[in-house]
């Protein structure tokens, strides 16, 4: 069942002075069903993160429309946005984008706070996330006091806690070590397999394989999408290189 | 080469100007104000005016005052300035600078941030120099002249305290320099500030030292140790804030965030836990901000009673048209009936009437000043105009001897009446008034620079939080919610600390206002009201300076 509907999207970014326009996007058109996983990839400054940005109501496109369970998100008010986002949507980002000053257990459990959540139903919804994710024993810790996976995880935690419909990942193994990406890589297809929608930016042609369908960008357009079916990931590990050196040698599909 | 250096510091000074222009802003006020001072001190048309010396004496005192204050607190700016840079040189440094490259580049930013200030500052400081002698004259009673003061002694002794300031703050920032530590800064980042400590003991300790600052302010009975007390008083209370503000902040945040209830709200939850995380910096410069409010509350409260209560003083000090004070009399009807004659005759010459001639006892106040055994007063009352009972009082003439008036068994020690007097009031009272304004007008000006740099230091700390609060899913207004909560926590503190030292401070203000004859309902009364107009004032800076603050954290 189809759960995001991108259609035509474009995106130009005026800047303040000079008045030079820049096109990040300048047609994108996909849909994304419930319960897959798809990776986005592209050159960088082909629009990934604008992409997600718009998708995430943290920006608006210029054209075009994003339909979410048929609802359209548009224009959203600043305020029905953020709510929005905070219900609907869980984030992991490349920096983690976790708070020094809460503990592991209270920076998961911040969308519940803003959203007004009562205290025992937080902390009811904590424990098998946090266990999950194997963080269990961090939760009194700060961020500053464990590694980059931890946090990441943490991240994922605190996107999860709300069960949202879609976790939107922009390079999410971008700073962590090849053992950590992998333990995060198989976290996704793990709450990918209980179900969850997953929608992930990444460089990485490793991150990718573990997808069930990637995407690629280019010039600000699908240029691209290979589906694994029932392909191993090796395979699909080759065909993803493939396409790759396709657009970098500007190849016709 | 040297152009080079040049470049460079005028390029960080633009580069830091949201930091450097209040500085130099305030600096500037601060010469200008300290030019002032030292101008009418030393002026000598004033010096030769009916009172003018005892004013000149209150100024010297209170150029002291000022020119250790202004040392200690833009000593302290600097310092705090110097430090948050610590990063940008760390980053000169990796770059391939070496430190006496450093060194000459802050050598120029200093010197040029100082040279500005104090040139715009002699500049401002001579245009208002007009204005303050004008105000000087009106306090005094005299006809209001115009006058602009280029004084070369003034300038040169204003020279001579920022030069020497300058000095010491450069030697300050090299030390700073010298203990940049490249391998810590290249680390700092990462580290974020740890949850301090709860320190019990800190916080007994500070409570401890309020209630004996506080106890010595309301348990001092002699009017002259007032004084002394006040300062020692003051030290415990400063010590005591210090070490309360410290310590209780962090206590009374934990307390809040063991409230689960309470903490696990928008409202609280990342206000209490982010101004958790800086007490231990923040604690300081709140506790400034609360001593320093006193001293302007103080300052002001003070002045402003001088200023309301100068008229019920000069009656209280001359409850009658003439006082004639004798002593040693043995026979007083006698005497008044003596005084009474010549009174009237006087007033017979001027052509007014007698109404009233009567024996009084001493105030408290004259009978600790009095140092001759047996004084009495004798109170005349006429009628007529001002001007006429002064004529009349000229006239009154009382047989002396040796200097002092005696007659028969009586010395008459003195003959004064208000109009005489009150031209001395004035000039004491005045000179009080006077000091008071302009004391007070520079810790405001500390306060208020206090202030904004908390704010600005604190948006630039909480912009990244509110960046990831945004995407996580709060919006602008529980945003401005949020930082609303923290700021008044953080800024209300101080003022509510403040309004109680002062209540605390009022019994021994009464006492010295009562030197001056001033009493306790003008000394109460005017205390309120510059408590509230203070409050007023302080809420106008923090929600100027809180804009400053939404704009910082706002910008993407
Ligand atoms: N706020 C902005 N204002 C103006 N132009 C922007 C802005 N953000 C992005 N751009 C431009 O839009 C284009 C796409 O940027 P985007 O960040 O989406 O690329 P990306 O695919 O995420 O790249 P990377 O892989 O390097 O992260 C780039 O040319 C970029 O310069
Ligand atoms: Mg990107």
């Not at chain 1, 996107?159 to 053992?179: F, Q, R, V, W, Y």
């Not at chain 2, 004008?134 to 003061?149: H, P, Q, R, V, Y």
């Not at chain 2, 939850?269 to 901000?289: D, E, P, Q």
């Not at chain 2, 930082?483 to 019994?507: E, N, R, S």
Request: glycine residues 8%; proline residues 2%.
């Amino acid at each position: 069942m189809e759960l995001l509907k991108v259609e035509q999207v474009k995106k130009i970014y005026t800047t303040k002075l000079g008045g030079s326009n820049v096109q990040a996007l300048s047609d994108i058109t996909f849909s994304i069903d419930r319960g897959e996983y798809v990776a986005i990839m592209g050159e960088s400054g082909s629009g990934k993160t604008t992409l997600l940005n718009i998708l995430a109501t943290l920006d608006q496109p210029t054209k075009g429309k994003i339909l979410l369970e048929g609802k359209e998100l548009g224009r959203l008010s600043e305020k029905k946005a953020a709510k929005f986002r905070r219900e609907q949507l869980g984030f992991v980002f490349q920096d983690f984008n976790l708070l020094d000053t809460l503990s592991v257990k209270d920076n998961i459990l911040l969308p519940l706070v803003l959203s007004g959540y009562p205290q025992n139903e937080m902390m009811k919804r904590i424990k098998p996330i946090a266990a999950r994710l194997h963080i269990s024993d961090l939760l009194e810790k700060y961020p500053y006091e464990i590694s980059g996976g931890q946090k990441q995880r943490t991240a994922v935690a605190r996107g999860l806690i709300m069960n949202p419909k879609l976790i939107l990942a922009d390079e999410p193994t971008g700073a962590l070590d090849s053992h950590a990406a992998l333990q995060l890589l198989d976290i996704f297809a793990e709450i990918n397999r209980d179900g969850q929608t997953v929608l992930m930016v990444t460089h990485s042609t490793e991150a990718a394989s573990h997808a069930k369908r990637v995407l690629f960008i280019k010039d600000g357009m699908v240029y691209h999408q290979l589906y694994r079916g029932e392909r191993s990931r090796e395979e699909m590990y080759q065909m993803i290189t493939n396409v790759l050196t396709a657009i970098a040698t500007g190849g016709e599909r | 080469m040297k152009a080079l250096y040049k470049k460079l510091a005028i390029q960080n000074l633009t580069k830091n100007r949201t930091v450097y222009i209040p500085y130099i802003m305030a600096q500037t006020l601060m010469v200008a104000l300290f030019y002032d001072l030292l101008f009418l001190e030393g002026n000598k048309k004033i010096l030769y005016l009916p009172g003018g010396e005892t004013i000149q004496q209150t100024l010297a005192y209170g150029g002291l005052l000022m020119g250790v204050f202004v040392m200690i607190f833009l000593f302290y700016v600097n310092s705090v300035l110097i430090k948050q840079r610590k990063k940008e040189f760390g980053l000169y440094r990796v770059l391939g600078m070496e430190h006496r490259h450093l060194k000459k580049v802050i050598f120029y930013e200093t010197s040029i941030a100082n040279a500005v200030s104090f040139v715009l500052g002699i500049i401002s400081g001579i245009v208002f120099s007009g204005l303050m002698y004008m105000i000087l004259l009106k306090i005094l009673g005299e006809k209001a002249a115009l006058a602009f003061g280029i004084s070369g002694e003034a300038i040169w002794y204003t020279l001579l305290q920022f030069g020497f300031l300058f000095l010491v703050v450069l030697l300050y920032n090299y030390r700073q320099l010298k203990k940049v530590n490249l391998r810590e800064l290249l680390q700092e980042h990462a580290q974020g500030d740890r949850e301090p400590k709860t320190k019990k003991g800190l916080m007994i300790f500070g409570i401890i030292c309020l209630i004996i600052g506080y106890g010595i302010a309301l348990v001092v009975r002699n009017i002259f140790a007032s004084l002394i007390w006040f300062f020692v008083a003051a030290i415990f209370v400063i010590i005591g804030t210090y070490a309360l503000f410290t310590a209780g902040s962090i206590i009374f945040l934990k307390k809040i965030k063991e409230d689960k209830e309470k903490y696990y709200t928008p409202r609280y939850f990342t206000a209490v836990s982010g101004l958790l995380h800086r007490m231990k910096r923040n604690a300081a410069g709140l506790a400034g901000i609360c001593i320093l409010s006193t001293m302007i509350l103080v300052t002001c409260a003070m002045s402003v009673s001088v200023f309301f209560g100068q008229q019920h003083a000069i009656r209280t000090i001359f409850p009658s048209d003439i006082i004639v004070t004798m002593s040693g009399t043995s026979d007083p009807q006698q005497d008044i009936e003596y005084i009474k004659g010549q009174a009237e005759k006087a007033a017979q010459q001027t052509g007014i009437s007698v109404k009233e001639v009567k024996l009084s006892d001493l105030s408290e106040v004259e009978k600790s000043m009095t140092l001759v055994e047996g004084t009495q007063n004798v109170q005349i009352e006429l009628s007529g105009s001002d001007e006429e009972k002064y004529e009349c009082s000229t006239r009154l003439e009382l047989n002396t001897e040796d200097g002092s008036y005696t007659y028969q068994s009586a010395h008459f020690i003195s003959k004064q009446s208000p109009q005489e007097g009150a031209q001395s009031i004035r000039a004491t009272y005045g000179g009080f008034l006077f000091l008071g304004i302009f004391l007070g007008a520079m810790f405001m000006v500390a306060t208020v620079l206090m202030i904004y740099y908390k704010q600005i230091s604190e948006g630039y700390e909480d912009r990244q939080r509110y960046v990831i609060m945004k995407k996580v899913g709060m919006n602008d207004e529980e945003v401005r919610e949020s930082i609303q909560t923290q700021v008044l926590l953080v800024f209300f503190l101080p003022l509510v600390m403040a309004a109680v030292h002062i209540l605390a401070a009022l019994k021994i203000m009464v006492q010295i206002c009562g030197i001056l004859s001033i009493g306790f309902g003008t000394v109460f009364l005017c205390t309120i009201g510059t408590v509230l107009v203070f409050s007023l004032i302080y809420k106008g800076v923090y929600k100027q300076t809180a804009k400053v603050y939404y704009t910082i954290v706002d910008q993407q």
